[in-house]
């Protein structure tokens, strides 16, 4: 396994980070614990989760996946051995604290102790705001429109000062963002600099073969702030793993059980692009989803690639792409069909 610094902390997470949001919807407890222990295995330390798992979102799934890792740490007592991230949801979910603004003091606070019973913790090392209470961009959405008539929402300093809190009293070890743009990136930096308040030490948002966006306006703040990406859907909801290729929907795959989650991927444009990385991985001799997630594990804003699986095989292939290392000629085949088809599944 490969690590690096998480921010300008000295948390060293593994560049391969286990993702976790099917464990209560797709798979089981025991299939968790089973992926938890071979990811613990193979050098994995860094795990990440959140209060609103399983996916896709319902009510009566709300906090499961957060349960089953806190039975896994009962069972295992192996805490000190994973790096534990966590995220409180955003607003527009009604069985989540009514649906509101959720980033006040006393919704951080009770968010943050019911994740803290769930996973049976004291602390998360790594505490996420899962999507900006703002109106913004994001879920796909590129095009920023402005809203004079916008609703509040709560301050960023609001939002440092009561996060300060809950470091303090070592519930939280350090704070991230997700699904955040460039502006509130920086923003938030900008105030925990001028405030003396908590720095944001990562940003976890999409990045794949097929979703470049991060690297217009992201990558610049991650490498010159310190502040590195936690790739999620490196595979693009499995597209980039070639199963739906020439629109094939493998029977109880995600798109099978849950395809109206999941608009942005479903265009003519990234099924083309698909068809050319293939290619590129067949040249090579090497999977698609190898391929795909190498090419995320090269990049030097990232921090770690956030990798999920349902299966065990799944599993195994994804982790193991830690070990390839992309030749110079490949990543040039990649821009060019890049260049082409730039950006089919934001």
Same mark, same amino acid.
């Not at 295995?41 to 499961?64: C, Q, R, S, W």
């Not at 896994?72 to 790096?83: A, E, G, M, P």
């Not at 029977?251 to 059980?257: H, I, Q, V, Y």
């Not at 040249?283 to 594990?297: E, M």
């Given at each position: ?134 109106? @913004?961009?994001?879920?796909? +959405?590129?095009? #920023? ?5 916008? /609703?509040?929402?709560? %301050?960023?300093? =609001? ?110 444009? @990234?099924?083309?692009?698909? +068809?050319?990385? #293939? ?5 090579? /001799?090497?999977?698609? %989803?190898?391929? =795909? ?54």
């Amino acid at each position: 396994m490969k690590f690096k610094k998480l921010g300008g902390t000295d948390l060293k997470v593994s560049l391969i980070c286990l993702g976790t949001m099917t464990w209560g919807e797709q798979n089981t407890q025991e299939e968790g614990f089973k992926q938890m222990d071979y990811a613990l295995e193979k050098g994995v330390n860094f795990f990440d989760t959140a209060e609103l798992y399983a996916i896709p979102p319902k009510a009566k799934t709300y906090g499961k996946t957060e349960e089953i890792i806190g039975n896994w740490f009962k069972l295992r007592r192996n805490r000190q051995k994973v790096i534990l991230a966590s995220k409180i949801a955003g607003p527009g979910l009604k069985w989540i604290r009514g649906g509101g603004s959720q980033y006040s003091p006393k919704s951080i606070e009770e968010a943050l102790n019911k994740s803290l019973e769930r996973l049976q913790t004291d602390y998360i090392d790594l505490y996420q705001l899962h999507w900006p209470e703002r109106n @913004t961009n994001y879920f796909g +959405d590129l095009d #920023y429109e402005h809203d004079i008539h916008e /609703k509040s929402w709560n %301050s960023f300093e =609001s939002i440092l000062k009561t996060l300060k809190k809950f470091i303090s009293q070592g519930k939280i070890k350090y704070i991230g963002l997700s699904n955040e743009t460039p502006w509130g990136f920086a923003k938030f930096l900008e105030i925990s600099k001028e405030q003396n308040l908590p720095r944001v030490v990562s940003v976890q948002n999409p990045y794949s073969l097929v979703n470049r966006s991060y690297e217009v306006g992201m990558s610049e703040i991650s490498i010159r702030e310190k502040a590195g990406l936690l790739a999620y859907s490196p595979l693009a909801v499995g597209y980039l793993t070639g199963k739906y290729r020439n629109k094939n929907i493998p029977k109880n795959s995600r798109l099978d059980l849950f395809y109206e989650n999941y608009p942005r991927y479903h265009n003519q444009r @990234t099924f083309d692009a698909v +068809d050319e990385y #293939y290619k590129i991985a067949e040249k090579y /001799k090497i999977s698609l %989803s190898q391929l =795909s997630l190498a090419f995320v594990n090269s990049r030097d804003f990232v921090t770690s690639n956030i990798i999920g699986a349902t299966t065990m095989e799944q599993l195994k292939e994804n982790i193991d792409s830690i070990d390839i290392t992309l030749e110079e000629s490949i990543l040039n085949e990649i821009n060019l069909i890049h260049e082409k088809i730039p950006n089919p599944a934001p």
